[in-house]
């Protein structure tokens, strides 16, 4: 809850200054403070690690192989690890190693921009809400629970299902229905930001509403936006792949870690590799993502416990 | 208290309401029944296949309001949710389905909450100690590995424990076993059905208990009132249990309510791994055959399921915290 306070302390005396200015010396060493509490946390760097080797293999890991996803080797079907095929070959001959490539790549570049477009829409309405206060708090948050109850993962599946198989369309259908959760703890932070000085500040400088909301309220949410991004490729991450095992997701000929489950799940005595790689995978990149989103919240959290202590405790 | 939850259950009958309709329209806007008979040999004109739904009161010539008049009235006045877009009556699919469902959700969610808060007083009042540490690192693995995976891992112990531990109660397919006479032996071997299922929903749920529950005790667990009542007497472990977990706890049950969507999700993943012909299941199918009131009447089942689990935790709230005051 004490997110913003990070930048305040950067800020100093003047409170009202556009955060750009605030890229000074001060902020700089601040960087500096940041990335030695990151390091400290030693999980948190094998998540970055473990995080960029997954972005390269899903970018560069087709260099190492003659075979492409969508092709059908019908002289190998359902074929274990080998020398040609490396990750083995599925029921349609396709090679396990070049779809786990591309359906990584598929999954990540659904997660990542998934969690953005969420923090932003999230970070807009959540901030929105609290700034105005009142009636349109209210309705906002009815919204929002509405929104939080309702099954919406029926209502998902059922838009994705006519819409998707293009990859494209379901990051808008899971941006649609994944803000709530995070607008709802951005607004909670930012209630008590609306009372701050600077805020009552810059209104009577007769600065306007949606820019007081951009330039002073959502800047001193940093560190908790970049916390949410991270969490938020995880959660992006399980849903892709569980709407994309019921078939609703990412659909064929097209390839997620998702499909791949779903392709693998009915093998699994038989032919376990199509289920093991995929699965592996899509645990690494969850795993390394809560790895991260923890320490960065450690690092970035002043009042955080673990992080600031390094061990103290 | 009774005037407390009826005004509850009201606000929540409401709300199944607003998600059902809504549903309605979205099925109708996204679905298209008309495209199950293209594949059909001979091919039907379009009139025909309007005539072929009509009766059903699918046909797109209808207009939507109407259709939605119809589907409603009939959904007030007779509780009949439809029929699919071959003629099967909803009613007569859902009412089995919704039950052994119901049972998977309920039961895991109970055993998910219970579990949670159990382990999270345990390693709460021993933070950082070994105990702490490890159920910490499990549960955070089990947080990060998806339903179906997990699922998957279920099914796949139970089968190596059926091979090598000679164990023969552990089914990885279907809700009963053909062939089952007399009701004892039904219930058994029901409850036998629903070990694996119940126990892979439960591993996913458990885990947000177990994380936010733990930190919620945490805060509260040094608190003064909690020192005090150990002052008074008490020892240790009865003072976390009577006054810093009773405090810490409302949070937690105003969240049951917010976890029951996820667990029904869960249960729909669940229900294909283990070949359960519930609710989950049968979603699945009415989306793929474009069944629009199939799909509307799930919605409302998931919506229901979800109010239940509100009122639960709204009642449990009253219990909890003083300051909430009905009379």
């Known amino acids: ?313 | 208290m009774v005037r407390h939850v009826i005004r509850k259950a009201a606000g929540w009958l409401l709300m199944i309401a607003v998600a059902t309709n809504a549903t309605y329209f979205l099925a109708s806007w996204f679905l298209d029944p008309r495209s199950n008979f293209k594949e059909l040999r001979p091919v039907r004109s379009e009139a025909q296949i309007d005539r072929a739904l009509a009766p059903y009161n699918l046909s797109p010539q209808e207009p939507l309001v109407h259709r939605w008049w119809d589907w409603f009235t009939s959904v007030v006045l007779h509780f009949d949710w439809g029929r699919s877009p071959t003629g099967v009556s909803v009613n007569g699919e859902i009412g089995y389905r919704a039950l052994i469902s119901g049972e998977l959700v309920i039961i895991a969610t109970v055993l998910s909450a219970v579990i949670g808060v159990t382990l999270a007083v345990f390693t709460a009042s021993r933070q950082y100690g070994w105990a702490d540490r490890i159920s910490q690192a499990v549960s955070i693995a089990v947080f990060n590995i998806p339903t179906s995976v997990a699922a998957l891992a279920v099914v796949f112990v139970a089968i190596w424990l059926n091979q090598n531990a000679g164990l023969h109660f552990l089914y990885v397919a279907g809700e009963n076993s053909p062939g089952v006479e007399g009701l004892f032996p039904t219930i058994g071997d029901r409850l036998l059905h629903l070990i694996l299922p119940t126990l892979s929903l439960t591993l996913m749920g458990y885990v947000g208990y177990h994380l936010t529950q733990r930190s919620l005790l945490l805060d509260t667990i040094n608190a003064d009132f909690v020192r005090t009542a150990q002052a008074t007497g008490l020892t240790r472990s009865r003072a976390i249990r009577r006054h810093a977990l009773r405090a810490a706890l409302i949070p937690t049950a105003t969240s049951v309510a917010f976890s029951i969507p996820a667990m029904f999700t869960g249960a729909v993943i669940t229900e294909t791994i283990f070949g359960w012909n519930g609710m989950g299941r049968y979603f699945i199918q009415t989306i793929a055959k474009n069944d629009v009131h199939g799909t509307v009447a799930t919605a409302a089942f998931a919506a229901t399921l979800t109010a239940i689990g509100a009122i639960l935790a709204d009642v449990a709230t009253v219990f909890l915290d003083p300051r909430v005051r009905v009379n």
């Open chain 1, 1 to 313: 809850m004490a997110a913003h306070m990070t930048n305040d302390t950067a800020s100093g005396a003047t409170p009202a200054d556009p955060p750009a200015r605030q890229a000074d010396a001060p902020h700089l060493g601040l960087g500096r403070l940041y990335l030695r509490r990151f390091l400290r946390n030693r999980l948190a760097v094998v998540g970055v690690v473990i995080f960029v080797l997954l972005v390269l293999f899903s970018l560069f890991g087709g260099v190492f192989t003659s075979h492409a996803y969508s092709d059908a080797d019908f002289a190998a079907l359902t074929q274990p690890p080998s020398a040609t095929h490396w990750f083995g070959t599925n029921q349609g001959g396709n090679d396990v190693y070049a779809s786990a490539v591309h359906g990584l790549q598929r999954s990540l570049a659904i997660a990542v921009s998934v969690s953005a477009l969420t923090i932003v829409v999230a970070a807009v309405i959540g901030a929105s809400a609290a700034y105005f206060g009142g009636r349109v708090e209210k309705v906002t948050l009815a919204v929002i629970h509405f929104l939080l109850v309702v099954p919406s993962f029926l209502i998902l599946a059922l838009v994705s299902h006519r819409l998707a198989g293009d990859w494209r369309v379901l990051i808008v259908v899971l941006t649609v229905f994944g803000w709530m959760s995070t607008a709802r703890v951005i607004w909670s932070v930012s209630t008590s930001l609306r009372e701050r000085d600077y805020v009552t500040a810059a209104e009577f400088m007769g600065i306007s509403a949606p820019r007081i909301i951009l330039r002073h309220i959502i800047p001193n949410l940093g560190s908790l936006l970049i916390v949410n991004l991270t969490l938020g490729v995880v959660a992006t991450v399980l849903s892709e792949t569980a709407l994309s095992f019921l078939g609703f997701g990412v659909q064929t000929p097209d390839v997620s870690l998702g499909t791949m489950l779903a392709d693998g799940a009915s093998t699994v005595t038989s032919a376990p590799w199509l289920f093991a790689f995929p699965a592996g995978l899509v645990v690494l990149l969850t795993m390394s993502m809560t790895f991260v989103g923890d320490g960065l919240r450690d690092a970035l959290d002043p009042t955080s416990v673990t992080g600031a202590a390094g061990g103290r405790r």
